[in-house]
């Protein structure tokens, strides 16, 4: 059943109410019966103009092109065009939509620079809200597929498999990729090629200050030890290896930590805790029902109530302190979901070195 979530937004000073039925691409809004429309002269209200984007004055009134992904396209159109409609009749403007699967930008024209400066809020707050419902695409990622790491990984696997596969739910299937073991540092949904490049960018830009903390030198890793994330080890959803430096510093945590921070205040991602949980998944029952499923760290696609979970009790008393081995970790990358390259790792589409 289509649950309605009436939520409040404000837009320039004024609140307005939103219903979103979950699970549907139908979006409708509905402004307060407060509203009265946009004012009639632009000096009226000359404060709702936005700063932050940049207005064109014309021949004809004004203009404004805000960049969107095409795949948001269908939001701002709405059911029957109807959002549309609704903006450009509340806000006095015109709006001009490219069409659906083509990349480039609306356009919003109208008389009075404060309708136009309105309409380019409305439609930023539409975006905003349906960019927070798409799926990651991408994800920041500490490669931990070496050959040494990989066949401590198998070694693993099989022993566990000999030693406890008459424990409830331990089964082949639940094991991760031994090619795309990682580290998730976050997650970001990068809607169209030009998000992509820019996040690259900001990758790149972040190799300075890991280069300062590495001392420009490969960062010498162990791996040893598994932990579970449940608070009971007879229902354990997602085993994990535990990741550290062999030095004992807090440099892999930092570079993490730093990471986020500068993707948060560059609006690509979204700061789900306050630290990055540093550790690599070895055993995940969302494997278990679905071999597509990827553990990056996001979302998970199944909720607990259909995860089939296992009994790791026997696991962690004889593998507690197991060694997966070790590496020198040179690189964080931007790796895209669902993929993989000629390694069986994700594809990278950008990355920082660390030397």
Not at 233 to 239: E, Q
Request: hydrophobic content about 35%.
């Amino acid at each position: 059943m289509d649950v309605l979530r009436p939520a409040l937004i404000n837009i320039n000073g004024r609140m307005y109410r939103r219903n979103i039925i979950q699970q549907e691409e139908h979006y409708e809004e509905e402004e307060d019966v407060s509203y009265t429309g946009p004012p009639e002269s632009e000096d009226l209200a000359e404060d709702e103009t936005c700063d932050t984007i940049s207005i064109e004055q014309t021949d004809k009134g004004y203009r404004c092109a805000i960049d969107v992904p095409s795949v948001l396209y269908k939001y701002i159109i709405g059911k029957k065009g109807e959002t549309r409609k609704r903006l450009e009749f509340d806000t006095k403007t015109s709006i001009n939509i490219p069409k659906l699967g083509v990349e480039g930008q609306i356009v919003i024209t109208g008389s009075h620079k404060a309708a136009v400066s309105s309409a380019v809020t409305r439609v930023e707050v539409l975006v905003d809200s349906f960019r927070k419902k798409q799926p990651f695409t991408h994800f920041l990622s500490f490669p931990l597929n070496d050959p040494k790491i990989q066949e401590g990984f198998l070694s693993f696997k099989d022993e566990v498999l000999q030693q406890c596969s008459q424990d409830n739910g331990v089964e082949g299937s639940i094991f991760q990729n031994p090619a795309k073991l990682h580290l998730t540092i976050g997650t970001l949904a990068l809607l169209n090629e030009t998000e992509v490049r820019k996040a690259c960018e900001h990758l790149q830009e972040c190799q300075n200050f890991i280069r300062d903390i590495t001392e420009g030198n490969r960062l010498p890793l162990e791996v040893t030890g598994i932990e579970y994330m449940n608070d009971d080890p007879a229902m354990v959803d997602v085993l994990y290896v535990k990741v550290n430096v062999k030095d004992r510093s807090d440099k892999l945590q930092v570079i993490a930590d730093r990471l986020v921070e500068h993707f948060v205040s560059a609006g690509l991602m979204v700061r789900e805790w306050d630290r990055v949980k540093l550790h690599a998944t070895v055993m995940n029952t969302l494997f278990r029902k679905d071999s597509t499923v990827e553990d990056t760290g996001g979302p998970k696609r199944q909720t607990t109530s259909e995860r089939e979970a296992f009994d790791a009790r026997s696991i962690l008393k004889k593998f507690g302190a197991y060694r997966f081995g070790g590496c020198e970790l040179n690189s964080v990358l931007l790796s895209q979901r669902y993929s993989a390259d000629c390694s069986g790792y994700y594809t990278s589409a950008g990355s920082a070195n660390f030397s």
